[in-house]
């Protein structure tokens, strides 16, 4: 039988990756592409600026990353990425659709047991801190910094404050701890010395007007 070729040339090879098989979804990020897909580019988005923030550095450590779908963005910028999460069904997951051309450690670990001490030039906890109780939130954060080198630097996002009477039922399940941008400066200044907070609105990361923003980031560096 005729192997099918496609209209233009160039296009061929898409066929041959497909006998080698298809990309797959995770158990998180398959969810959203089905109930919301527009939501799928928010969090691609969120994950383009870390890796753009974090560019050029050895050893990254991600904490909080479900299925790991958004880690291969960070992974393209960074020499080496270990992912964890509290959750085995999340590790499991994640190491199950791990490609090999965008390899990572992934450990089960919750950052309120203890840090992990491997001295990482970076960390980043997207959509985490709003699940972690306010009167916890020092020894997560805390931990994550015992967790770092000398120099390194974390990054924390969530959805904002002002956001939550818009969110559905779904997004703001589990939120104990949402922030707004001078709630988010105030926890890394505990720890750094340096902190810089943006907004973000949809695929879009900004400077513009905390009570506005949908989505709040913050980077902290040089350790207190």
């Given amino acids: 039988m005729k192997e099918p070729q496609t209209r233009e040339k160039q296009y061929q090879f898409l066929l041959e990756r497909r006998r080698k098989g298809l990309a797959k979804f995770g158990l998180m990020s398959s969810q959203v592409w089905q109930d919301d897909p527009r939501r799928l580019a928010f969090l691609l988005a969120r994950y383009k600026f870390v890796a753009k923030m974090l560019s050029g550095l050895d050893h990254v450590l991600e ?4 299925d790991a779908f958004g880690t291969r963005i ?20 994640a190491i199950e659709t791990m490609d090999e051309r965008w390899p990572y450690a992934a450990k089960v670990h919750d950052m309120l047991n203890g840090p992990i001490t ?15 109780n306010a009167a916890h939130e020092d020894v997560f954060v805390g931990n994550i910094v015992k967790s770092l080198g000398a120099h390194g630097i974390v990054i924390l996002g969530c959805p904002s404050l002002a956001s939550q009477p818009h969110a559905s039922p779904p997004s703001k399940a589990g939120h104990v701890n949402c922030k707004d941008g001078p709630a988010m400066r105030e926890l890394l200044q505990r720890f750094f010395h340096n902190v810089f907070v943006f907004s973000m609105n949809d695929e ?21």
């Avoid at 904490?63 to 479900?66: L, R, S």
């Avoid at 491997?118 to 972690?132: C, K, Q, R, S, W």
């Fill in 204 to 224: 879009v990361v900004h400077t513009g007007f905390y009570p506005m923003a949908h989505y709040v980031i913050g980077i902290g560096c040089g350790k207190r």
């Fill in 74 to 93: 960070v992974k393209q910028e960074v020499k080496r990425m270990t992912v964890t999460d509290f959750d085995q069904i999340f590790i499991d997951n």
């Fill in 63 to 66: 904490i909080g990353c479900a």
């Fill in 118 to 132: 491997e001295n990482f030039d970076a960390a980043y906890a997207l959509d985490v801190i709003e699940h972690i």
